[in-house]
């Protein structure tokens, strides 16, 4: 259970702060009355409800700042002096990955790599950090398995590959210099986080209701691949209690799934249905319409799914939202009006924390 004691007027550094996934950390750390700080590259057009939320406006520090620019992050985390980091910043898409490999392996590797040094540098104080890489860093032999922290690491497209020399890299730094410094560092890998506010391109969501909204279309390109999906506050809950339970015991530091039930495992094509009966309960007349892409694809994993037995385990942690209430919140915030859309997270934020302690 998060204890929102651990985190009022507490100093937090958000990386990627500005994305979909940081906007969302941001919102909740505020509502749990933390002193929230952010470090972007720029404020993303793809994820506008950090504008509509006002977030400039209300954080305690809103920089730009790129992480592959070792000095002026090392200067950025000096002047902040956080009591907790979460590591966001990246490049997201597989998609990207492929069409630009160099950028990708700068920002994720070593973009990490300048901000372990900058912690190993420049704080005095030991602290809590938590470097956010993904489900997609195992070694994928594409045999229907769900992975264990335990597993190898690798990475088929350049994205997958980044983040698991991120994890390498997160835990090389963990075991030579800064678990000797005190301060305590894990890494937490997610599944395919979904939630109202994601307008990115190629993700299977916001693609979604970019064709519905647009009346096209939607093009599928691998119908059959499998995910595990979950919303964005099951994961972020995961990272939370993560850093409360390392502090509270620091041998816990380490690597940790975060990713929802077998059952919520869908096929994209399985989940457009789930998404498009959503859509005809409240428009019968207007349905969702998909077509698989016929031309040549670069690879994606087909089977994805993470054990999450050590998070439930050590750190107590276990999804809030079953796959009616994910994808239902989900929805209400792609058909939400966007001056709406920020009351609407608020409230979802405050339903969740209602669950985690009711």
Known sequence: MVTPNFWKDKKVLVTGHTGFKGTWLCLLLQ?????????????????????????????????????????????????????????????????????????????????????????????????PVVVVTSDKCYLNPEQAQSFTETDPLGGHDPYSASKAMAEILTAAYRQSFLSAQGHLISSARAGNVIGAGDFSEHRLLPDIFRAYHQSEPLILRYPRATRPWQHVLDALSGYLLLVEKTTAEPT???????????????????????????????NPHRPLHWTVDPGQKPHESQFLHIDTTKAQKQLHWQPQLNLEETLQWTVSGYLTPEAGLPDLVQQHIQDYLGKLHS
Do not use: M, W
Not at 253 to 271: D, I, K, M, R
């Open 31 to 127: 509502a749990l009355g933390a002193e929230v700080q952010g470090l972007s590259l720029r404020v993303e057009p793809s994820s506008p409800l950090f504008t509509l939320a006002q977030l400039p406006q209300t954080l305690a520090y809103h920089g730009l700042v790129d992480i592959r620019d070792a000095r002026a992050l090392s200067q950025a985390i000096d002047a902040a002096q956080p009591q907790v980091i979460f590591h966001l910043a990246a490049q997201s898409l597989v998609s990207t990955g492929y069409t630009d490999p160099i950028s990708t392996f700068h920002t994720n590797v070593d973009g990490t790599l300048y901000l372990l040094e900058s912690v190993r540098q420049t704080l005095k104080n030991p602290i």
């Open 252 to 282: 816990l530091t380490g690597a940790y799934n975060f990713g929802p039930p077998a059952e919520h495992a869908l096929s994209v094509e399985s989940l457009c249905q789930r998404i498009n009966g959503y859509i005809t309960q409240q």
